[in-house]
């Protein structure tokens, strides 16, 4: 079996994990290998103790198992296959990691069809600052963006009268915040968030509506179109292909500049990462990867740098995470382009994916650092030149700068 570059994740605050009726992305793939499985649930139950778990008393596990079972006045409700999905849920949480997760089928099947690009919601990004509940960005052009959803949002509730739901986030996982936001295009869910500036909070009415994103949106600028504005959404699983086309485009019109925009881009593939720093720069490093033990792995920059003579600048705000943090700060460490816009997001750690059966295991194995050895996790990434995108005007101030420096 060839071995290739493991398909890792890192979500955006945001996995991270990601990512609001948009699970962004919590699938990453194997990291070279495959578990296979005959089914989850429990037919037959063994209740000895393993050797190597001896110093585990699972009496109390098996004493609740029974009680449940025996006790429980709806005996309908009693399923082993949930009860056993119920306790690995339980056991994840006990990490208190936001982004090591375990995703039942229905949740699993989700975090696939988001990377696709095509599903039903509001579109945001959602991760986590801290212990709340945060946005990421909305995506453009979503009911979430045309409702006045902002990156930084904080979501404290969440209403959903269809679902006969009206419930605080506090201590909710990501997983389930995406299940209680997503839905069905044309019912409405409610989000009741704080804002910075703003004294109380408040209720924001979305209507949720089929959504298919782009990864890249390309235009051209300046008085003779000569500067490419590549805004790249997000790193899935069409990025690539999309890329390729893009870039045809910039060379066959011979531009003079490339702004890479990569504000309210929450992340997705670290080999996407990879492969866009990879165009811009030739040789050495584009990341770090440091596991527990404090073990670095370096991962190359591998491509052909096909716009590696361009002139470059990237855009970044705090809707930026993971995956594009990592595209910046390669970027702005190698001195290949000037950074501007905003400080980003600081998601700083990566999540591997393992599938078994229909379900799925995200767990946190690593935290990630520029080439020049920074952690930017909850800082974020410093841009060169600080600039904010005025909301009062019709004008893209970050991206005028952009362009005035090219």
């Known amino acids: ?13 945001a996995l991270s994990l990601v990512v609001a009726s948009f699970a962004f992305g919590w699938w990453f793939g194997h990291r070279d290998f495959e578990i296979k499985r005959e089914g989850i649930g429990v037919k037959v139950v063994d209740r000895s103790t393993p050797q190597d778990r001896s110093d585990v008393d699972f009496e109390l596990f098996w004493e609740v198992w029974d009680t449940l079972e025996s006790k429980y006045f ?35 099947k989700r975090t ?49 009268k269809n679902k006969d739901i009206e419930m605080g986030t506090g201590g909710m996982s990501l997983p389930d915040a995406v299940k ?87 992340g997705g593939y670290l080999n996407g990462a990879v492969f866009v720093a990879s165009e811009f720069v030739k040789r050495g490093v584009s990341v770090i990867q440091e596991d527990g033990k404090g073990n670095r792995q370096e991962f190359k920059l591998s491509g052909a740098a096909r ?47 393992q599938e078994l059966d229909s379900s799925g295991l995200h767990i946190t194995t690593a935290r990630w650092l520029t080439p020049e050895g920074n952690w930017i996790n909850s800082e974020g990434l410093e841009p060169d030149i600080a600039i904010e995108d005025d909301p009062a005007t019709e004008e893209d101030e970050q991206l005028l700068e952009a362009i005035k420096l090219l």
């Not at 009860?83 to 997760?101: Q, R």
Request: hydrophobic share 40%.
């Open 112 to 160: 696939k069809e988001d990377l696709g690009g095509q599903f039903e919601g509001v579109g945001i990004q959602i991760g986590f600052k801290g212990s709340q509940l945060a946005v990421i960005s909305p995506l453009d052009g979503t009911p979430a963006k045309e409702a006045g959803v902002e990156g930084g949002d904080f979501i404290i509730g969440i209403k959903d």
């Open 180 to 266: 209680i936001i997503r839905g069905p295009a044309g019912t409405p869910v409610i989000l009741v968030v704080t804002r910075e500036g703003v004294d109380q909070p408040f209720e924001i009415e979305i209507v949720r509506s089929k959504i298919d994103v782009p990864s890249i949106i390309l235009s051209f600028e300046g008085a003779s179109n000569e500067i490419a504005h590549l805004k790249l959404l997000r790193f899935g699983d069409q990025t690539n292909g999309e890329w390729d086309s893009a870039v045809f485009d910039i060379k066959n019109k011979k531009s003079k500049g490339v702004v890479l925009d990569l504000r309210n881009n929450p």
């Open 307 to 353: 716009l590696g003579d361009i002139p470059l600048v990237v855009l970044v705000n705090g809707g930026s995470a993971s995956a594009s943090e990592i595209v910046a700060g390669a970027l702005k460490d190698h001195s290949r382009a000037k950074v501007v816009g905003e400080t980003t997001f600081g998601k700083g750690t990566i999540q591997e994916a």
């Open 74 to 108: 709806d005996k309908s409700k009693v399923s082993s296959q949930e009860m056993v999905l119920g306790a690995i849920k339980g056991m994840v949480a006990s990490l208190e990691d936001p982004y090591t997760v375990f995703l039942p089928p229905d949740e699993q």
């Open 1 to 13: 079996m060839k071995l290739t570059l493991p398909r890792i994740r890192i979500t955006a605050i």
